[in-house]
């Protein structure tokens, strides 16, 4: 299983990134913990517009199978949908404290966009 | 043809109202643009009998599922981020997407092609003797501009000596496509901290853009008009005009009626201006 959390620097200490299109980072994790890596989203972060929907391409092409994120508006959450990954909404904290409520089961998948989108 | 746009930096500060009655004061053959797509009201003070609609479109690409091999090559060369491609399924976000056609030139095996899709509609119309051309982008659209150069190219094709252009409010790319290459710039402004704050940065647009400028000071009544006053003196900026803040004036525009019409003090105000900006152009 392959989990990605939006985060703000690039470890598993770091707080998250509420945002997911323009989250500054991702910490990629497999097996339980093993092979963290991550991967750098400022790219996306200064995009003029599209932030979200270029986001969700890299997360589909990384091969990602679950995202642990704060928000998700609705160009992104097609893109993920599409691509077959889990959207896990409500993170706070570090990004060891969401992946533990997200196993423990206090965060959810979420069923549509948390977001509204902006134009731009 | 001597193109004048209408701006002004601030909103509701009286662009439309000084369109509308310049409109009738020129005794020259013109015709009148709302450029304002987002808010075209232009027609609710000259109330035109519409001849003819058109829808206006852009081309968005459509891709050939058959032909398409998933290479990624649209999205990789599309600048707007407006394509993603899962496995060999390219997905476009349509008001995302610019018209630029990257993504079809850059498609390896041809399977894109252009289609279009509707953004808004342009009207056309006459009151009085002023031909109008009215542009109105739909709800949920985010790029007004296409509308704007197609209102413009109308109006650009008719026979008449003036073409007066409603511009919209701002100093973003909609007001850059409305004032682009006129002949002379009308900012209209109010004496308040907001009017004075946002004339200088329509100011500094023109000067970019290399047009000719001049001020209409609306709202102006005694004392509050004079840190503008100044600030235009000393920045040899053209007072075209200053309109008076008073009940009738306001009154009159509030009925959607035209201050030409209503009242021949008015009509001689209007008059001076035309007459300053063809003084202005020619200097």
């Known amino acids: 299983m392959k989990i990605a959390i939006s985060a703000q620097g690039n470890t598993f200490e770091s707080p998250i990134d509420p945002r997911f299109g323009r989250a500054k980072q991702f910490i990629v994790f497999e097996n339980e913990g093993e092979n963290i890596h991550t991967i750098d989203n400022s790219i996306n972060l200064n995009a003029m517009q599209g932030a979200g929907i270029q986001t969700a391409q890299r997360m589909a092409n990384e091969g990602v199978q679950v995202i642990i994120t ?22 706070f904290g570090t990004c060891r404290e969401s992946y533990l409520a997200y196993k423990e089961g206090r965060l959810h998948a979420t069923s549509g966009p948390t977001n509204e989108g902006h134009s731009f | 043809m001597l193109t004048i ?8 500060t009286g662009k439309t109202t000084v369109a509308v009655n310049l409109a009738m004061v020129f005794n020259k053959s013109t015709v009148l643009a709302d450029c304002d797509v987002e808010e075209p009201n232009v027609h609710l003070f000259l109330r035109p009998e519409w001849k003819f609609e058109e829808p206006v479109t852009i081309p968005v690409p459509e891709f050939d599922k058959n032909l398409c091999t998933g290479q990624a090559r649209c999205r990789e060369a599309c600048r707007f981020n407006a394509i993603v491609v899962l496995g060999d399924s390219p997905l476009l976000f349509p008001e995302l997407c610019h018209s630029c056609g990257a993504c079809t030139r850059a498609c390896p095996e041809q399977a894109i092609t252009e289609i279009p899709r509707l953004i808004g509609k342009l009207n056309q119309g006459q009151s009085r003797s002023i031909d109008v051309i009215m542009g109105t982008l739909n709800i949920g659209e985010a790029r007004s501009s296409p509308i704007i150069q197609q209102v413009r190219a109308r109006a650009s094709s008719f026979d008449s000596e003036i073409c007066l252009i409603d511009a919209p409010p701002g100093t973003t790319c909609p007001v850059v496509e409305s004032v682009r290459d006129v002949d002379y710039v009308v900012l209209v402004t ?3 901290p907001f009017g004075y704050h946002d004339l200088t940065l329509a100011i500094d647009m023109c000067k970019q853009m290399n047009l ?6 609306n709202r102006s009544h005694d004392g509050n008009e004079k840190k503008i006053l100044t600030f235009l003196e000393k920045q040899k900026v053209p007072i075209l005009a200053q309109i008076p803040f008073s009940f009738d004036i306001a009154t009159i525009v509030s ?10 003090e008015y009509h001689k105000l209007f008059s001076t201006l035309a007459k300053n ?6 200097s």
């Open chain 1, 70 to 91: 704060g928000h998700i508006g609705p160009k992104a959450f097609t893109v993920l949908q599409k691509a077959g990954i889990k959207i896990v909404t409500g993170a």
């Open chain 2, 5 to 12: 746009a209408i701006a002004s930096g601030k909103g509701g």
């Open chain 2, 190 to 192: 109010e004496p308040t």
């Open chain 2, 212 to 217: 000719k400028f001049g001020v209409v000071l």
């Open chain 2, 255 to 264: 009925n959607g009626e035209l201050l030409t019409e209503a009242n021949p």
């Open chain 2, 277 to 282: 900006i063809e003084l202005e152009v020619h």
